[in-house]
């Protein structure tokens, strides 16, 4: 290269000599000249607002989907089973559904060709089907938007069921019955005594019962625990059925049956009152052995 080609080789590269040196980086909006006294600095960007339909929360809508999802998950946590409910829990679960059965046999009309067994309370599979149609339906009819599909289904599996209920569960029950007609169980005393005495726990094996009373050993108004009704028994604020019958004490006006680990209070007007009745017969009954022991342990006269 000759001294002649070096000013056409810099202005190539750096343009005229009254021009700021090219840069090789990507041009950019240039500012005018001597204009920059007057430029200010630009500020630093203000973090955009969150947009409409995020919420309060500030969170995409994702996200407070998911936030919503977990809130129900928490309160719909699924159907609670028999043997992980403490007494008290399945104390008050089993008239709810007693109840309950009692409206599904009237309102439907199950007492024609005793489509629902009066011994369902007797059969654990019946129990449990009749606890699940139950949750499902207060489900359908207690949710917010209507489902006039959803209640189809389940007026199905309700059809299902009867048929399973006589085929399945109760094939020998019916055999030498005859149907009566329409039978109105909420009006049928006999009805509900055989269902309220039904047991809710039967068929459950031994070893969840006993993982859920570890759990659940605690006192309550439907529950006392062996060592508590020991301590009232012991203290005169209990009092056995009798000497020779001590499954069942009486103890602040209501009746205690020991099951499940430890005294579960009796409810039901019906058995409370018999347990009564059977309490008077026991205590004459105690009172005549005494009186034959304290006899025959007379000394002889001479």
């Not at 043997?83 to 046999?105: F, G, I, K």
């Not at 029950?173 to 009566?180: A, L, T, V």
């Not at 007007?269 to 009745?277: A, E, N, T």
Request: charged share 20%.
């Amino acid at each position: 290269m000759t001294n002649d080609d070096a000013p056409r080789w810099k202005a190539a590269v750096f343009g005229n000599r009254d021009e700021e040196p090219r840069s090789l980086l990507p041009e950019t909006e240039a500012e005018p000249r001597g204009t920059e006294a007057l430029t200010e600095p630009k500020p630093f960007a203000v973090p955009s607002v969150p947009r409409q339909g995020r919420g309060h929360s500030g969170l995409p809508p994702r996200a407070v989907r998911n936030q919503r999802r977990g809130q129900r998950g928490a309160q719909h946590a699924g159907i609670p089973e028999w043997h992980a409910m403490d007494p008290a829990q399945r104390q008050a679960a089993w008239p709810q559904l007693v109840s309950w059965v009692t409206w599904l046999h009237d309102r439907y009309e199950l007492s024609v060709e005793t489509r629902l067994p009066r011994c369902w309370s007797q059969h654990p599979g019946l129990i449990e089907e009749l606890w699940a149609l139950k949750v499902w339906r207060e489900e359908i009819y207690g949710a917010k938007g209507p489902s006039g599909q959803a209640a189809r289904y389940w007026h199905n599996e309700l059809r299902q069921l009867i048929t399973s209920a006589v085929m399945f569960y109760s094939r020998n029950c019916r055999s030498g019955h005859k149907s009566d007609g329409v039978v109105r169980a909420v009006t049928s005393p006999e009805i509900q005594s055989a269902w309220s005495a039904g047991d809710p726990l039967a068929g459950i094996p031994a070893h969840l019962l006993a993982t859920a009373k570890k759990e659940n050993m605690t006192d309550s108004d439907l529950f006392l625990t062996t060592s508590t009704m020991a301590a009232h028994i012991s203290s005169g604020r209990a009092t056995p059925m009798s000497g020779s019958v001590t499954a069942f004490a009486s103890y602040d006006s209501f009746w205690w049956k020991q099951a499940g680990g430890g005294w579960v209070k009796i409810t039901d007007v019906v058995v409370s009152q018999g347990l009564d009745f059977r309490r008077s017969h026991l205590a004459e009954a105690d009172a005549r052995v005494a009186a034959f022991t304290a006899s025959s342990n007379r000394p002889a006269e001479s």
